[in-house]
Each structure stands twice: as structure tokens, then as C-alpha cells.
């Protein structure tokens, strides 16, 4: 199957540094992806979904200049984490749509980023 | 908006016995679709099974099917003969058929499976 990678794995930052974690299709071009925040033990909550050349659509209750969203290519999106502080601290996942016919058009996992902010 | 339901926290099974996982969901839509997805303790989520809203036929894919009753919003999730690998969080899933909702999916709340030699 298609294959998205996330990077880094996790990442340890000081409070009010920033946090870029990058979402790849490696075999696929995605018009599409996700990022969804994951609390321990809680389910998946959407953040926004990106759209190649466009701005990002951001959840209510999610503050676009906190976690910006580049969506640069069919292959790359980005979740930068500005100015991170404790509270921010989570699992980070993206998933990238591959289109397709009704529910062939599947969404791939990457496999998550842990923030830790210090 | 849709809301998924998932009432069971935490199933326990035995090895090589039957479980089943709950899952309503609510919706006013005619055009969607469900998932159920697994994320063992890796935390990858893995796609297990999918179901569109106008098939009858229930989704099966080796040891895991579904019941799902569009009538009641009910999308249950039936693993046979359980496998230690089966240990994992589950999530039930909704997606859009429109495409005005962005395709995100909305997940339940989760179920995790213990599996019991």
C-alpha cells in the first residue's frame, strides 16, 4: 500500500521555540492531507486539512497562527508549532488522501510525531 | 455535524474466540462512508475495514466483518478467532461523502482490545 512518513519521530523543544514536522507521500501524490492531534489514550481530533496550493482549513477552537500549515507540494505538507509551550505537547499524526472512486479514495497514516515541549 | 459513538473503553477476549466492538454513529447524510482502524501500541493507525453507506452487503476482510444496520446507525465491528496481535486501540470512523466536508474522517472515542492467551 501507499506509504507516508512523518519526520522527526518526536522531538524534545524548550518552551517558545518552534517546531516544524513534515508530512510525505512517498508514492503518491496527495491533493489532500490532514493533521490530527492525539492525546494519550484519546482519540484522533482534527486539526485542519491542507490543500496543495492553498490556504489550510482549520478546526474551531484551533488557532491558525499557533499551528501554521504549508502545503507546498503534492508530496510535502508541514505543521510548524510556533512558539510551543507544555500544553502543546502531543502526538502529532498526518494522513494523506489518496484520490479515488468513492471508498477506494483511502487515507494513508503517517506513523505520528511525539512532541515533547520543556 | 456527525458524531461516532463508541460505548465499550475496553473489550477483553480471549485468544481464538469472537469479540465485537460497538459503533453508532449519527448523521443526516445519504452519501458516506465507515472505517474501523486499528492503532496497536505503535500508535500507526492501520486501516482494518470499510463499509459504503449504499451497499447492503456487509464488509468483510478475512477474520473481520461488520454488521451494519443504516436503519439504526449502527456499524459493529466482529473479530473471529482473536489473535494476540489483535491487541490494539480501535477506532470507528465517518467520512463525507460531499465533498464540502474537506473527506476528514471523524473518529469515535476508541476501544481498546485486550487479548488473553
Known amino acids: 500500500g501507499a506509504v507516508v512518513s512523518q519526520h522527526p519521530s518526536r522531538v524534545i523543544c524548550k518552551s517558545g521555540t518552534s517546531v516544524k514536522i513534515e508530512c510525505r507521500s512517498l508514492?503518491?501524490?496527495?491533493?489532500?492531507m490532514f493533521w490530527y492531534r492525539q492525546f494519550p489514550k484519546k482519540s484522533l481530533m482534527l486539526m485542519a486539512t491542507?490543500?496543495?496550493?492553498?490556504?489550510?482549513?482549520?478546526e474551531q477552537g484551533v488557532e491558525k497562527d499557533k499551528f501554521l500549515i504549508n502545503h507546498a507540494s503534492l508530496t510535502l505538507s508541514t505543521l510548524t508549532v510556533t512558539s510551543a509551550h507544555p500544553e502543546d505537547s502531543s502526538f502529532y499524526i498526518c494522513?494523506?488522501?489518496?484520490?479515488?472512486?468513492?471508498?477506494?479514495?483511502?487515507?494513508?497514516f503517517g506513523p505520528g510525531t511525539r512532541l515533547l515541549v520543556l | 455535524a456527525q458524531t461516532v459513538t463508541q460505548s465499550q473503553p475496553e473489550m477483553s477476549v480471549q485468544e481464538a474466540e469472537t469479540v465485537t466492538l460497538s459503533c453508532t454513529y449519527d448523521?443526516?447524510?445519504?452519501?458516506?462512508?465507515l472505517f474501523w482502524y486499528k492503532q496497536p501500541p505503535s500508535r500507526q493507525m492501520i486501516l482494518v475495514i470499510r463499509?459504503?453507506?449504499?451497499?447492503?452487503q456487509n464488509a468483510t476482510e478475512n477474520r473481520f466483518s461488520v454488521n451494519f444496520q443504516k436503519a439504526a446507525k449502527s456499524f459493529s465491528l466482529k473479530i473471529s478467532d482473536s489473535q494476540l496481535g489483535d491487541a490494539a486501540m480501535y477506532f470507528c470512523?465517518?467520512?463525507?461523502?460531499?465533498?464540502?466536508?474537506?473527506?476528514?474522517?471523524?473518529f469515535g472515542k476508541g476501544t481498546s482490545l485486550l487479548v488473553t492467551p
Open positions: 494522513s494523506a488522501r489518496a484520490p479515488g472512486q468513492g471508498v477506494q479514495e483511502t487515507q494513508y
Open positions: 448523521t443526516s447524510e445519504s452519501d458516506y462512508y
Open positions: 470512523a465517518y467520512r463525507s461523502g460531499y465533498s464540502n466536508s474537506g473527506y476528514a474522517l471523524n
Open positions: 463499509q459504503e453507506a449504499y451497499k447492503q
Open positions: 491542507s490543500n496543495e496550493g492553498s490556504k489550510a482549513t482549520y
Open positions: 508514492d503518491f501524490q496527495a491533493t489532500t
